[in-house]
């Protein structure tokens, strides 16, 4: 049977970079050049990085992608690459408005492209505020083979394009995605990805961006089925990877063009020839999947890491108080950054424990990160006695002292502040507007406090497999969590236990469940009436909190959006 070896480069682009872009793309090429591949399939919009958000109104902006792409496809040719066909995702544009859209980039020319159909508008997606579906689908012949192509979402949908490849014959079909990680979804591609290897009745490669963006995480998972529905080999997840296959296929899948399926098929031949039968690679090993709590931290991680760096900062800032918030965004730092890169501050008041300031102390120790410790009782004194403070307020002004201690390092050494709030305090909101709120980042603000220990026994769990210190102290892990903002303060003495809080925002928040559902799952009407009062009361904190990463369903920001101002209460 006629063989093709296959390259699928999951790679980290950034958003409007498009020269970074084209360099990641040329890099990735020359190894698959190497490895002996045929072609090489980038992810979804790779060229300007996904998603590019209103910069796809720009004009300016969609005539750079298009130029850049040109440039792309003669620079591969000068570097001897025009050889291998490049599948590059990029933001096209023509008279009917802006395509999200991939090219086949081949011997200096661009040689085909393809636009998506199904354009998501929902969760995070906004596609149909930017772009203009296609009706069309091109069949790239190379080596006699025939190569059909759809972009992320095309393959999310029942029917389609997907279904029109397999009425009008391919030998394979390739994937491009950006598909954003969260909790379990890796669970689903597999299936989803087999489904359609089935209905297109040929071997499917999926290939997906790795990476963060804003709040955005991209995990990779690439892989390859057989027509069948079998895994024939899956990529590593949140690194970049390159995964080369060699495919033996059937050969002459061709029935039709034209119209099929309603959409216009359109073949393009690169070469007509099989190539000479040759020695094939092994088939490269299916990556081990990884457990929850491995996923959701390897995830924060590189959402910190690309968030900080592909800002410009070099070094991050946040409070260390003790508690297991603040030590798992400290360990989350120093695995993205490097200890070196990690300032951390303790700041006690005249209500700080001991164990408070001793467990931060340890902290640093075990990760070596650089730690200072900033006293704010005198900046309390001040404000409390000027203004005559007292109770919440008073709380309210240790919370905002600390706040402004950590901005003013920032402004001065221009390290960026790390808000360390999860999302279990930011649903009910247990957090102070600029105190603890203030940051340019959050690294656990869609993470449940339940879930913070979960991560932090993890990554303890995996230092001990190592042979390594365990970053978090135990005392932070187990001790009853607290403020400290008052004297012997712990969060049970205004919130529900944290498993239970949890249950319900989980439902609430995450699963959109009004109030008899909430009954009907079984929770007390006096804890449901309190917990989303709390919820519903906190919508305007929630707008002024920093961006962080996403891993679940319905993170705050982008997924769920509601109104500030709104008379409308569950119950």
Known sequence: ?????????????????????????????????????????????????????????????????????????IRLADAGLGGVAAFVGYLDRDEHGKRNAAAVLHGGRVVATQDKHHLPNYGVFDERRYFTPGDRLEIVRLHGLEIGLVICEDLWQDGGPIAALGEAGVDLVVSPNASPYERNKDDLRLPLVAR???????????????????????????????ADGALITRAQQFVEHLTVLDLDLPGGAARTDGQVGGFTVTRHTLSDAPLPGYEPLPVPKTAEPLSNEAEVWHALVIG?????????????????????????????????????????????????????????????????????????????????????????????????????????????????????????????GYSTIYGDAVGGFAPIKDVLKTLVWDIARWRNDESEKLGELPPIPENSI?????????????????????????????????????????????????????????????????????????????????????????GWREG
């Open 304 to 428: 910190l890491r690309d968030y900080v760096l592909k800002n410009g900062f070099r070094s991050v800032v946040l409070g260390l108080s003790g508690g297991i918030d603040s030590a798992v965004v400290a360990a989350l730092a120093v695995d993205a950054l490097g200890p070196d890169a990690v300032h951390a501050v303790s700041m006690p008041s005249v209500y700080s424990s001991d164990h408070s300031k001793s467990d931060a102390a340890e902290m640093a120790r075990r990760t070596g990160l650089q730690y200072t410790e900033q006293p704010i009782a005198d900046m309390v004194k001040v404000f409390v006695d000027q203004l005559g403070l007292t109770g919440l307020s008073e709380e309210n002004v240790q919370a905002r002292c600390r706040g402004v201690t950590l901005m003013g390092l920032s402004n001065q050494h221009g390290h960026l502040v790390l808000a360390t709030g999860n999302k279990t305090e930011l649903a009910v």
């Open 1 to 73: 049977m006629p063989q093709l070896r296959l390259a699928l480069a999951q790679v980290n682009a950034t958003v409007g970079d498009l020269a970074g872009n084209a360099d990641l793309v040329v890099a990735w090429t020359r190894k698959a050049a190497e490895s002996g591949a045929h072609l090489v399939v980038f992810p979804e919009m790779v060229l300007t990085g996904y998603p590019v958000e209103d910069l796809a109104l720009r004009e300016s902006f969609a005539i750079a992608s298009k130029q850049a792409l040109d440039a792309l496809a």
């Open 478 to 566: 187990t001790k009853p969590p607290s403020a400290e903002l008052r004297p012997g303060q712990v969060d049970s003495d205004s919130l529900p236990d944290y498993e239970l809080l949890d249950s319900v925002l989980d439902e609430y928040v995450d699963g959109d469940k009004g109030y008899h559902d909430l009954l009907a799952a079984g929770f007390d009407h006096d804890l449901i009436d309190r917990v989303l009062r709390m919820v519903d009361k906190a919508e305007y904190k929630r707008r002024q909190y920093p961006p962080g990463t996403k891993i679940s369903e319905k993170a705050f920001g982008r997924d769920r959006r509601l109104p500030i101002t709104s």
């Open 196 to 226: 359609r290897a089935a209905e297109a009745g040929a071997p499917l490669a999926y290939v997906n961006l790795v990476g963060g963006q804003d709040e955005l995480v991209f995990d990779g998972d690439t892989m390859v089925v057989s």
